[in-house]
């Protein structure tokens, strides 16, 4: 069974930065995708960044967002630059792999990252 643990959620003032890391227990090469999305207190679960054959951003976070892989400690990052407070939220590494006609999806439990002064 895939494990993926994410780690490096905080509180941060607005202007400031955080670094989410997301280990998974077997090779990042396995998969055909990965991605961080965030989900805010009574709101749905939104994309935030996506890294596979490209790489996208959601218009709220580009330009501001990095996504990146560290492949030889199988994890994928997220540095988080000019946080806002509409940025706060609990943020989920997902691993995604095509299996057939579907896709198999891998989440982790979640880091909350609070953005307030």
């Known amino acids: 069974q895939v494990q993926v643990v994410e780690s490096g959620g905080g509180l941060v003032q607005p202007g400031g930065s955080l670094r989410l890391s997301c280990s998974v227990s077997?090779?990042?090469?396995?998969?055909?995708?990965l991605a961080w999305y965030r989900q805010a207190p009574g709101k749905q679960r939104e994309l935030v960044a996506h890294s596979g054959r490209i790489t996208h951003y959601s218009d709220s976070v580009r330009g501001r967002f990095i996504i990146s892989r560290d492949n030889a400690k199988n994890k994928l990052l997220l540095q988080m630059n000019g946080l806002k407070p509409e940025d706060t939220g609990v943020y989920y590494c997902n691993a995604a792999t095509l299996s057939g006609d579907h896709v198999v999806d891998y989440w982790g439990q979640g880091t909350q990252v609070t953005v307030s002064s």
């Open positions: 077997t090779s990042i090469f396995t998969f055909d995708a």
